[in-house]
Structure formats: structure tokens, C-alpha cells
């Protein structure tokens, strides 16, 4: 079976977006192209083996690939056999047996509280459209943990300042409904005033649009983060991930239940989000250091 048929199912029934549909694409292909090239007598990637899968990986790693990329092309592999044997094309998956590489877990050290409410109540933002949408933003990361693609394609009509939520499509196409806070609340709310009193329309329904009425791109908000992240942390990692994981990790400082945060930040699973938990162990050793009754003592 050729590789278009599972793209298809992809894309028309698992509502993968375009770019992870192109991801899956460029994996397969370079996979099938390795094995045209090491084992021209092979009849397609859906009759391979193990071994050969195997040659692969070892190709993959001598060419520079980190342990989290094989693992993650592998991945897509092991979607596409398993969806040849729902199919009848094959009986078993040649990945069957294969347990991921083993890496080291890269936790993004977070920004500090005092660090993100520097940036927040900072005083360096431009007096006009330009800088209430760069603060208006960066606000938004860290009271409500938005991914990046969201924020780009938050609708205005998904927003409701009268009653404090913010409908959020994340991945795969899943929404979820967000609380607003009321300062979060405030600040959408001049940002829409500016954009009136600067006739700043958009085209496409964004909530977020540039000065010009542009879509934002995705280097303008990484951009955003990075400048004035950089007028207050030494950090290595300034990036709109990295604010979106403070925001977990601040909400765990304070005591709020993982399960919370899981849908907060629109996880599928609880496990997506438990490794938010290493970067607040400092906390939890020293509540427990003040409250086992054998350190009381």
C-alpha cells in the first residue's frame, strides 16, 4: 500500500493540520527512500523488517539526528504500520516489539515570578498600538498558558470579555474553554480599544492582528518574548513555550491540582503535563521539610 492512502486518513479523519500532515509526509518518504537506496530488492516500506528498520536508525543517528528526533520519526513510523494492519495489508507491525531510545528528560527551566512580573508591569513598552499588542500578549501566555498557534489564531468571536472566557482551539482541532481573569480581562479589552480608536482591521477574524492588520507571525511573537525576557532573565531560553511552561509551574508552586492544569493547558492526558512537576520540586521538598513531624520536632 502506498503511503498517500494513511495520509489521506490523516488529514480527513484524525484532523491532523497541514503541517503535521507534511511532517508525517517528509518522514515516510525519507524512510522509503533509505530503503530504495540500502535495499533496492525490498517490494515497498510495507514489507520490511526489523533489521532494516533498525539500519535506519543507526543512518539516522550517525547523520547528527538527537535520541528525541529518531523517537519521534519513529513515532510516525509506527502509526503507519499500525494503520497497515487495521487495513489487512499486513499481519503484524514490524515495530511490534521496538521500546522508544532512551533519553534524557529536557525540562525548560521556567521563568522566575519576579522575573515574569518585571516583564508584565514593565514600563518599556512603545505609548502606542505596537506596544499594547506586545504587552497584551505577553500577558496572555502567562495567565492563561496559550500555545503559540493559538494565540496566532485566537478569533475574536472565541472571546468573550462580558463573561471572562476565551474559547481555544489546540491541536488535533480540540477546544477548550478558558477563564479570564479580571486583569486579563482588562487588558484584551485595551487592546480591542486601540485597535478602534487606530481603524486597525483585520481580514481574518484574529483577535491578534499586527499593526497593519496583519496576521502576526510566528517570529513576531517569538521575538516579542525574547526582547523583553532579555531585559530581565540570564536564561539561555526565552520563548513563548518556556512562558507558557512558568505558567504551569507557578500554578503548581501555589498548590493548584495537576488535573486543573491539564486542562487549562489542553493535554490529553495527565502524563503530558506531570513533567511541568520537576521544576517545582524545590517547593514540594521544602513543604515537606516544614511539614513531616519528624523535621517539626
Do not use: C
Request: hydrophobic fraction near 35%; glycine fraction near 4%.
Amino acid at each position: 500500500m502506498p503511503i498517500k492512502p494513511f495520509l489521506d486518513y490523516l488529514l480527513l479523519e484524525k484532523n491532523y493540520s497541514l503541517h503535521t500532515h507534511k511532517a508525517y509526509q517528509a518522514n515516510l518518504e525519507s524512510f522509503q527512500n533509505f530503503i530504495q537506496d540500502s535495499q533496492p530488492e525490498t517490494e515497498g516500506i510495507e514489507n520490511v523488517s526489523y533489521s532494516e528498520i533498525r539500519s535506519w536508525i543507526a543512518d539516522l543517528i550517525q547523520q547528527g539526528n538527537s535520541t528525541r528526533t529518531v523517537n519521534r520519526k519513529l513515532s510516525v513510523l509506527r502509526s503507519f504500520y499500525k494503520f497497515l494492519v487495521r487495513n489487512g495489508v499486513i499481519e503484524v507491525s514490524p515495530l511490534k516489539e521496538h521500546k522508544a531510545l532512551k533519553m534524557a528528560a529536557k525540562v525548560p527551566l521556567p521563568f522566575s515570578e519576579e522575573e515574569v512580573k518585571e516583564v508584565l508591569e514593565g514600563d518599556s513598552y512603545p505609548d502606542n498600538y505596537l506596544g499594547v499588542l506586545q504587552k497584551t500578549l505577553l500577558n496572555l501566555f502567562y495567565y492563561t498558558g496559550i500555545r503559540r498557534s493559538e494565540l496566532i489564531d485566537l478569533k475574536r468571536t472565541h472571546v468573550d470579555l462580558d463573561n471572562r472566557t476565551m474559547k481555544v482551539l489546540g491541536k488535533r482541532n480540540k477546544e477548550r474553554l478558558v477563564p479570564l481573569l479580571p486583569a486579563m480581562s482588562k487588558q484584551l479589552t485595551e487592546l480591542v480599544k486601540r485597535q478602534e480608536e487606530e481603524q486597525i482591521i483585520g481580514e481574518s477574524g484574529r483577535f491578534f492582528i499586527s499593526p497593519k492588520g496583519k496576521k502576526l507571525t510566528e517570529a513576531f511573537v517569538y521575538e516579542t518574548v525574547k526582547k523583553y525576557f532579555s531585559e530581565v532573565t540570564t536564561k539561555i531560553k526565552k520563548s513563548p513555550h518556556v512562558l507558557r511552561h512558568s505558567f504551569a509551574s507557578h500554578l503548581l508552586d501555589q498548590g493548584a491540582g495537576i488535573n486543573a492544569i491539564k486542562e487549562l493547558l489542553g493535554h490529553s492526558s495527565v502524563a503530558a503535563t506531570q513533567h511541568y512537576t520537576h521544576s517545582s520540586m524545590s517547593t514540594i521538598k521544602s513543604v515537606y521539610k516544614k511539614a513531616h513531624p519528624r523535621e517539626r520536632k
